[in-house]
Structures are given as C-alpha cells and as structure tokens.
C-alpha cells in the first residue's frame, strides 16, 4: 500500500518561504509523475506542480519563477520550494503519485501566508 506523508506546512508572512516535503513509503521510482496540488478554501483542488520520472517539470502560471519542485529518487522524497509567497497561495497542499492508471495522495499540509 502506498503512503504519501506532507510535512512543512506553516505559517508565514508575505515574501517569505517554506519548503513542503513529501515522503513516500517504498521506492518513488516507481512513480512516473509525481506533484503537489493545492485547495484553498471555497475552491477546487488545483496543480501546482509536478515532475516526471525523468525530471521533467510543469508548473501553474501562478506559481512559475516562484516555486520550484525537485524528487529525490534515493530517498523517496519530493519537495515543493516555495518563495516570494502571496495570501492567495494559501491552501491546503496535497502530493500527488501517479503509477499508470493509479493515483495515490497524502493528507495534506496547510500552508498559511499572512499579508
């Protein structure tokens, strides 16, 4: 069974940064896409980012030149850097493993910013 456990949400003020983690249980080789989704509150889920297998990026238009979302394969870690953060990134953030047709998620961590 696979686990996606987030770690590193918070508070913090406008401009400022956090990094979330994201720690899978076995290997995340096996993963040909793995992402961060977020959902404020009143709103659907959304992609924030995502990487595949072989390291190949996409971000949201919101969140590009701001963000930056690396995986350690050894260490079955995904990150999510997030910088020069606004109030209207405040959400809830969800990673994301995509395996062929299976799709798994963890429980989410909460990212505040406050203006």
């Known amino acids: 069974q696979v686990q996606l456990v987030e770690s590193g949400g918070g508070l913090v003020q406008a401009g400022g940064s956090l990094r979330v983690s994201c720690a899978a249980s076995?290997?995340?080789?096996?993963?040909?896409?793995m992402g961060w989704y977020r959902q404020a509150p009143g709103k659907q889920r959304e992609l924030v980012a995502r990487?595949?297998?072989?390291?190949?990026?996409n971000y949201a238009d919101s969140v590009k030149g701001r963000f930056t979302i690396s995986r350690d394969n050894a260490k079955n870690w995904v990150y999510l850097q997030m910088n020069s953060l606004k109030p209207e990134d405040t959400a809830v953030y969800y990673c994301?493993?995509?395996?062929?047709?299976?799709?798994?998620w963890g429980q989410g961590t909460q990212v505040t910013v406050s203006s």
């Open positions: 076995g290997s995340i080789s096996r993963f040909n896409v």
């Open positions: 994301n493993a995509v395996n062929g047709p299976n799709d798994y």
């Open positions: 990487i595949t297998i072989g390291g190949f990026t």
